[in-house]
């Protein structure tokens, strides 16, 4: 499977922004979806999952009342809303699947750059 990760930019400090990771070549069905985020500071950090068949929902204590993580079973995206964003919220943001009940991720999207002005 392909996973593309999109919806990145420039938003000033208190703003938002909506990022989509699609998959192509199967649904995400089995799967969980992890959001993680990386800077050339810090090693890279999990931001948020989904579980696809159970829908549960999982946060960094960092952006947990700010973000919120979806999926369209439709469309076979997963989502990320991110609200109030902050400088520190800037990063390269990047998806990734891993079958349920196991660590190992199968595959990883490409990353989307998210730049918060302060």
């Known amino acids: 499977v392909q996973l593309q990760a999109s919806g990145g930019g420039l938003v000033q400090a208190g703003g938002s922004l909506k990022l989509s990771c699609a998959a192509s070549g199967r649904t995400f069905s089995n799967y969980v979806v992890d959001w993680f985020r990386q800077t050339p500071e810090k090693e890279r950090e999990f931001v948020a999952g989904?579980?696809?068949?159970?829908?549960?929902?999982y946060y960094a204590d960092s952006v947990k009342g700010r973000f919120t993580i979806s999926k369209d079973n439709t469309k076979n995206t997963v989502y990320l809303q991110m609200n109030s964003l902050k400088s520190e919220d800037t990063a390269l943001y990047s998806c990734?699947?891993?079958?349920?009940?196991?660590?190992?991720?199968?595959?990883w999207g490409q990353g989307t750059q998210v730049t918060v002005s302060s």
């Open positions: 989904i579980s696809w068949s159970v829908g549960s929902t």
């Open positions: 990734a699947e891993r079958p349920e009940g196991r660590l190992e991720y199968d595959s």
